[in-house]
């Protein structure tokens, strides 16, 4: 049974750019999570999607979006790239009501 | 909005040692409070988990310890292996497991052989 993937694994972009990273959630799982993690910090909370609606937000900008789609994947989009926007970006999933399984996660660098 | 502070940021202990990580939160809600492990170029594990309504709770050499009135809980291995070196993160969430979490900054654990 595969976990949680993500891809891609590493992605470079320049300022001002837009990125899409995309998320498949752990089998039979319904819930997906998205969180930020910056270099020797905790993992911070983006939003989450159930049911392809946004359930719950963080505190960031309205230049991060996603979408979750029928079959429960999901993509999180962050336009107009700033160099603090280098991390790496984890994915969790979950069946409603239980526990988050992490991704590898993907890792971008704005330069 | 939940603040967890974690402490240590570094522990080192000798193989066959044990290891507290402590973590406190802001938030009297809070309701869920799980532990991840983070090996180098991998996403967190969950590798422990406690809810509120009970106060200990144990999986072979790893416990977890919930203090609701004084807001702490702590995570507890106990006869450390080298393959236990990794960063460990507590985090806390009060909508239950599947919501949002706030994690702590996080614990270094080096075992030495």
């Known amino acids: 049974d595969a976990g949680v993937t993500q891809s891609p694994t590493h992605l470079i972009k320049t300022r001002g750019q837009q990125v899409t990273l995309r998320c498949s959630p752990k089998?039979?799982?319904?819930?997906v999570s998205w969180y930020q993690q910056a270099l020797g910090q905790g993992p911070q909370f983006i939003f989450q999607?159930?049911?392809?609606?946004?359930?719950q937000r963080g505190n960031f900008p309205d230049r991060f979006s996603g979408h979750q789609f029928p079959n429960y994947s999901s993509e999180l989009n962050v336009n107009a790239l700033l160099l603090g926007d280098s991390a790496l970006y984890l994915c969790?999933?979950?069946?409603?009501?239980?526990?988050?399984?992490f991704g590898p996660g993907t890792r971008l660098t704005v330069l | 909005g939940e603040n967890v502070e974690q402490h240590p940021s570094t522990l080192s202990v000798q193989e066959g040692d044990s290891a507290v990580i402590k973590c406190t939160y802001s938030?009297?809600?809070?309701?869920?409070f799980p532990w991840y492990k983070q090996e180098l170029g991998k996403g967190p594990q969950l590798i422990i988990d406690?809810?509120?309504?009970?106060g200990e709770k144990k999986d072979q050499r790893i416990a977890v310890t919930l203090n609701k009135t004084a807001k702490h809980f702590s995570l507890h291995i106990t006869e450390t292996q080298p393959e236990d070196s990794a960063v460990y993160f507590c985090?806390?969430?009060?909508?239950?497991?599947?919501?949002?979490?706030?994690f702590g900054s996080g614990t270094q654990l080096t075992v030495l052989p």
């Open positions: 969790a999933s979950s069946l409603s009501g239980h526990e988050q399984f």
């Open positions: 089998s039979g799982h319904d819930t």
């Open positions: 999607y159930y049911e392809e609606e946004e359930r």
């Open positions: 938030d009297s809600a809070s309701n869920y």
């Open positions: 406690i809810r509120s309504n009970v």
């Open positions: 985090a806390a969430s009060k909508g239950g497991s599947a919501r949002q979490l706030t």
